[in-house]
């Protein structure tokens, strides 16, 4: 602790300078790190499944696919839709399955325009589709 006298009066001021202190708790605290032994190596058992689950078209639970191919021909499952932006929300609509499930998978083919998909993706909403999703090739 330093004492510092100052002003013309006489009056002492007391000033504890905590630098020392700072450079003290700071060499102790590198000291504890290195000296403190290293984290245990503790492996975490993980329960990955060997086999995906493969849904094949018949399944019920499986999610309905709407396919674009490289034409630009629209097909949900395999019953082929209308390229007219109104008949199609229309098809979307009425298809029972899109309307209880409430989600579908868009899978376009290589070199389909992007804005082909998003208008999909669009028709697929104004039909009342909450879920839209993207379809991708097992890596």
Known sequence: MSVSVGGDEGDSMCEINVTPMV?????????FMVASPPPANTQMPLD????SKQQGPA???????LSIDANG??????????ADY????????????????GKIA????????????IR?????HDAGISAVGIASDRL
């Open 48 to 51: 990955i499944p060997t086999q």
């Open 86 to 101: 109104d008949t199609l929300v229309g098809e979307l609509k009425a298809n029972d399955k899109l309307q209880t499930d």
């Open 59 to 65: 399944d019920p639970s499986a999610t309905l696919l």
């Open 106 to 117: 868009i899978d376009a083919a290589t070199g389909v325009k992007y804005g082909q998909v």
């Open 23 to 31: 450079d003290v708790l700071l060499c102790l605290l590198i000291i």
């Open 120 to 124: 999909m993706m669009a028709a697929s």
């Open 73 to 82: 021909g629209v097909k949900l499952g395999t019953q082929p839709l209308s």
